[in-house]
Nanobody, 130 residues
């Protein structure tokens, strides 16, 4: 079982930065890929970024490449998303996620899918105004 708690969201101006954090509990954190997803009003949840269990592989959606950076600290059971040069279209609820117990998907496939089988946090709101 994995529990995820996000923090760090807020309301900012276009061009500003935010750092999201996700505190994870559970012994499987260090062996799990992790990801950030987001959901804007009226839209489906989409993948933003992902990182493999030891950080050797990362994934970014095209819309955030060069602006967002995902990192993890396995010693602290923490996942981060540094978001720079924020745009109004980045406005959404951001969710931290880990693969569910039955997931056997390879990293690149898992991170591209907002699967209902994932463990999910409660989400943190990011609002970017122009």
């Amino acid at each position: 079982q994995v529990q995820l708690v996000e923090s760090g969201g807020g309301s900012v101006q276009a061009g500003d930065s935010l750092r999201l954090s996700c505190a994870a509990s559970g012994r499987t954190f260090r062996s799990s890929a992790m990801g950030w997803f987001r959901q804007a009003p009226g839209k489906e949840r989409e993948s933003v970024a992902g990182i493999s269990s030891v950080g050797h592989m990362t994934y970014y959606a095209d819309s955030v490449k060069g602006r967002f950076t995902i990192t993890r600290d396995n010693a602290k059971n923490m996942l981060y998303l540094q978001m720079n040069s924020l745009k109004p279209e980045d406005t959404a609820v951001y969710y931290c996620a880990a693969p569910g117990p039955s997931s056997r998907l390879p990293f690149k496939l898992w991170v591209s899918l907002a699967s209902s089988d994932n463990y999910w946090g409660q989400g943190t709101q990011v609002t970017v105004s122009s």
